[in-house]
């Protein structure tokens, strides 16, 4: 009996206690007033007056320097349809058999081939930059704005070794690119790629446009076809098949360089695309509207040849890079500089010559009338020679 009083004395002093310690409305409404400017709150729709979209700053507004250069520069992106006439060797399936290939000799055939590409105007007359790889041999040239007009272009000029073409479209105040200043590019920066890739262009008329950063500066690439690619502009930005010619643009909306190179060596971008700088391109399109070409006949009159082991051995070299001069023609611009039989040259102009294909790609990049740097070694000493180039003579 004792035990069934002690807890219903239990039950109701707990039930009391829970009572009077209820909070009372007062409370609660302060309770909910104090988590009302919690930030979960805050996922409440938002109106932005104009004023905030157009600002800086992210967390407000979806415009930034990089939507606004697209915005700029998308107008003067063109798409450039070509046709070209290619000429293929079906080779005999006698193979080399001297008396079989008198009755079966190879034969050769053309055929026209449509190829697409990209470019960009840079007048408002109508001149327009695209690659050598592009155009260069084109038939017929079709220029595609965005807006959807098409223009019947003419090839200008081209330059196989910078792979560099100039068209020209008849028009009158066109939108067109500012050219920036490739030399001082910032590795880091924000890098915009423009362009065609797989003909999505003739679709809506619209470059596509690819963001990343400048990934390297001033890289040697070997040479490819007879074009050498010296200095170029690496990028992570997605760089693909038609892409070539388009504008690799910087955050302020100027051209930096001309799409031109991607590897691939699973035929799919892995973030290695490479531009032609501008200031290259800038040297080339002056001289294409003057000429329709680009002249290179230069002449030092060294002969050189690699340097390999065997070289590298004699002379003590610490690896085998360089070319060692093998002959210096009489009154040549090399002979008149103080050249001698036995010289290693390692650098021009301050960029290493790693082999022969180094040196021709910087003497053909050259001028008559240039004065070239050359850093030697002779008698296990660097001397420097200037050398004047020399338009060859016929």
């Not at 007033?33 to 992210?58: C, I, K, L, Q, W």
């Not at 290939?101 to 590409?117: A, K």
């Not at 200043?181 to 797989?198: K, L, R």
């Not at 040697?220 to 010296?230: D, F, H, K, P, S």
Request: charged share 20%; net charge negative.
């Amino acid at each position: 009996m004792a035990g069934i009083v002690s807890l219903f004395l239990i039950a109701g002093g707990l039930i009391g206690y829970y009572v009077g310690n209820a909070p009372d409305a007062a409370q609660i409404s302060s309770a909910s007033d104090t988590y009302a400017d919690a930030p979960f709150e805050e996922a409440r729709p938002a109106s932005h007056s104009s004023e905030t979209r157009d600002s800086d700053n992210v967390s407000t507004s979806r415009q930034n320097a990089i939507t606004r250069t697209v915005a700029e520069c998308s107008a003067a992106v063109v798409g450039i349809n070509v046709i070209e006439v290619r000429q293929y060797r079906y080779r005999s399936p006698w193979g080399d058999d001297p008396f079989f290939r008198q009755f079966f000799p190879d034969q050769l055939y053309t055929q026209q081939v449509q190829e697409l590409g990209s470019g960009f105007i840079i007048s408002p007359d109508g001149y327009v930059i695209t690659n050598d790889h592009v155009a260069g041999n084109a038939k017929e040239i079709t220029v595609t704005m965005t807006n959807g007009d098409k223009y019947k272009a003419e090839l200008i000029g081209t330059d196989q070794m910078t792979d560099i073409a100039l068209l020209k479209i008849d028009g009158k105040n066109l939108p067109h690119l500012k050219l920036g200043n490739s030399d001082d590019v910032i590795i880091g920066e924000w890098s915009i790629a423009f362009g065609n890739p797989f003909g999505l262009f003739d679709v809506n008329n619209q470059p596509t446009v690819t963001v990343g950063v400048i990934s390297a500066k001033n890289m040697n690439l070997r040479a490819q076809q007879g074009r050498t690619y010296r200095g170029m502009i690496q990028t992570d930005a997605a760089i693909n098949s038609g892409n070539s010619g388009g504008p690799l643009v910087n955050g302020l909306g100027e051209v930096i360089g001309v799409n031109s190179v991607i590897y691939t060596p699973n035929q799919g971008n892995i973030g290695l695309g490479f531009a032609i700088p501008i200031n290259r391109v800038k040297n080339v399109v002056a001289e294409l509207k003057r000429t329709g070409k680009v002249e290179r006949e230069n002449y030092t009159g060294l002969e050189v040849q690699n340097v390999d082991e065997r070289v590298a051995r004699y002379f003590g070299l610490d690896r085998v890079e360089g070319v060692i001069v093998s002959n210096v023609q009489r009154r040549s611009p090399g002979e008149k500089a103080g050249f001698k039989p036995g010289d290693i040259i390692f650098e021009i102009n301050g960029e290493k010559v790693s082999d022969q294909s180094a040196y021709l790609a910087i003497l053909e990049d050259s001028r008559a009338g240039d004065s070239l740097k050359f850093k030697i070694l002779r008698d296990r000493k660097i001397i420097e020679l200037p050398v004047r180039i020399e338009k060859r003579s016929t």
